[in-house]
């Protein structure tokens, strides 16, 4: 089975960019679906938005026009950039096939603060 690990987390300034990995230790093709997800202190853990093997990508609406999904196959990685962060992207960021018993990551820490 294909194991997904993210990267990238930080402190980073409102208003600033943030571009998060997720590396796949096989080829990332052969996961049909990969969502970023999210998990604010206090809050149910959210779908950011997702990638599909052929290339769709979707963003929730609270995200559109701020965030990006991107892959780079040579790399077996999908990226999730951010940018125009606030401080309620604060959260813990997962990347994870989107199958039910796929197995959660440990994430990467996102915190947007002065």
């Known amino acids: 089975q294909v194991q997904l690990v993210e990267s990238g987390g930080g402190l980073v300034q409102p208003g600033g960019s943030l571009r998060l990995s997720c590396k796949a230790s096989?080829?990332?093709?052969?996961?049909?679906?990969i969502g970023w997800y999210r998990q604010a202190p206090g809050k149910e853990r959210e779908l950011v938005g997702f990638?599909?093997?052929?290339?769709?990508?979707n963003l929730s609406d609270s995200v559109k026009g701020r965030f990006t999904i991107s892959r780079d196959a040579v790399e077996n990685t999908v990226y999730l950039e951010m940018s125009s962060l606030r401080p309620d992207d604060t959260a813990v960021y997962y990347c994870k096939d989107i199958s039910p018993k796929a197995p959660w990551g440990q994430g990467t820490q996102v915190t947007v603060s002065l």
């Open positions: 990638i599909k093997a052929g290339g769709f990508i």
């Open positions: 096989g080829n990332i093709y052969s996961i049909s679906t």
